[in-house]
């Protein structure tokens, strides 16, 4: 495995607590971080050219792992994030084809490779390598794998864009009865407070 991706345990049964919700979370971050869009009603847009290492260092850095960011590197972390929004989008509104289609070519792309490595306490992890070193393949193989695993299993419905207009940033619906609709509480909170007046009127 690359040292850019977590190491990831597939168990008999996917769950979004499994390697699943590592990679999909990652991805998640990256689509809202790196893409242009709306944040709530703010409008944002991509990191600009020259800035985006630092920002993509932030997104992937915990404390065992400071991974090195080099500008051409985060350009290409903004086009797999790019990448990634499409499959979101695509999921959202219910397009499994399109979903299946852009995750494909990512892991052609990427040259996801599943293998068998040492596990931190021992024992035997699936992990996916890319077809060379590097940060965006690295993460890019990781990613599109779980996507893979996620879209070609029930929990394809899971992944969701924000409904709170104009609000597009994606989420993975964790909750037990598959009805979240929001990014946030704040986007959640202001299509309440938005419903409440209109019933005041």
Request: glycine content about 10%; hydrophobic content about 40%; some cysteine.
């Amino acid at each position: 495995m690359n040292e850019t991706v977590d190491p990831m345990l597939v168990t008999g049964q996917i769950h979004f607590d499994s390697h699943v919700q590592v990679v999909t979370d990652q991805a998640c971050r990256l689509v809202n971080a790196l893409t242009s869009g709306h944040d709530g009603t703010r409008p944002i847009d991509a990191p600009p050219r020259g800035h985006r290492a630092q920002v993509v260092h932030d997104l992937l850095a915990r404390p065992d792992y400071d991974p090195r960011v080099e500008e051409a590197a985060a350009d290409g972390m903004v086009a797999l994030a790019e990448s990634l929004r499409i499959v979101f989008e695509a999921a959202a509104r219910g397009d499994l084809d399109t979903a299946a289609t852009s995750v494909n070519e990512l892991l052609r792309e990427m040259g996801s490779v599943p293998q068998l490595d040492r596990a931190r306490g021992g024992g035997w992890a699936l992990h996916f390598h890319g077809r060379e070193p590097g940060l965006v393949v690295g993460w890019g193989a990781g990613i599109a794998a779980g996507l893979a695993l996620a879209i070609g299993s029930d929990l394809a419905g899971r992944l969701g864009l924000c409904q709170a207009d104009p609000c597009d940033r994606v989420f993975v619906d964790t909750s037990k009865n598959a009805g979240r609709r929001f990014c946030s509480t704040r986007c959640q909170s202001r299509v309440k407070a938005a419903a409440h007046r209109a019933r005041q009127k």
